[in-house]
């Protein structure tokens, strides 16, 4: 998606790790225009898809869950990080490997809004190693619900994660895919 693409272009910071920063528009200050841009183009990708509810993790992949719930106009869950204190048998809960801190933490949902029945979209704002969309996969098997499919804003195409997903049969669109990051700049799918 050009947009995104150009937008990652001109305001992406490369960090190690290695972790693309941009918090200029979408982790940390948002664009709503170009966000909402981002729900309708998953929302015209997954149309057909018989989708049902969103699924994300707290808390950087909401605002783009969100503009993807309007476009398809169907609700919104965030896996919640747990805290210790709140976990109780309405739960299902998972463990994820944060990318980014290098920890492993536990996400909950309710299980009174995700059910047997429900067909959900995994959205999220990365893709790397496909940890948290494994995670969010678990949740989506312990309701007994099915998975549409993964959207994600941008797909760093030089780590596992889209390669592993794809080939265990889950459809994952990526609406920017960066397959190389480094001094020399970004270079997305596509391009030579
Ligand atoms: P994965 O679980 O696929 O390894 O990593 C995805 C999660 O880690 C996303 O939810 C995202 O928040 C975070 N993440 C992974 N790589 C990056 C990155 O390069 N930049 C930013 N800002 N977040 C990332």
């Not at 998606?1 to 272009?9: N, T, W």
């Not at 920063?21 to 057909?48: C, T, W």
């Not at 992949?61 to 869950?77: E, H, Q, R, S």
């Not at 959205?123 to 996969?137: I, P, Q, R, S, T």
């Amino acid at each position: 998606m050009k947009l995104l693409e150009d937008r990652i272009r001109e305001e992406g910071r490369i960090l190690p790790g290695p972790v693309l920063k941009v918090s200029s528009f979408l982790n940390h200050q948002m664009d709503p225009a170009l966000i909402m841009e981002l729900g309708r183009e998953i929302g015209r990708r997954y149309a057909d898809a018989g989708v049902t509810k969103i699924l994300t993790i707290e808390s950087s992949g909401i605002a783009i869950a969100i503009a993807a719930g309007y476009a398809m106009n169907v609700p919104v869950l965030f896996a919640k990080k747990h805290r210790t204190s709140n976990v109780s048998g309405n739960l299902y809960q998972t463990m994820v490997h944060s990318y980014t801190h290098g920890t492993d933490y536990t996400v909950v949902v309710e299980r009174d809004y995700l059910l047997h029945g429900d067909r959900v979209l995994i959205v999220d704002d990365f893709l790397a190693n496909g940890k948290a969309v494994e995670g969010l996969l678990d949740l989506i098997a312990q309701a007994g619900a099915e998975c549409a499919g993964a959207a994600v804003a941008i797909e760093k195409g030089f780590q596992e994660g889209g390669h592993a997903l794809r080939e265990a049969g889950l459809r994952v669109e990526a609406l920017a895919t960066v397959t190389q990051m480094d001094e020399n700049g970004i270079v997305f799918a596509g391009e030579t």
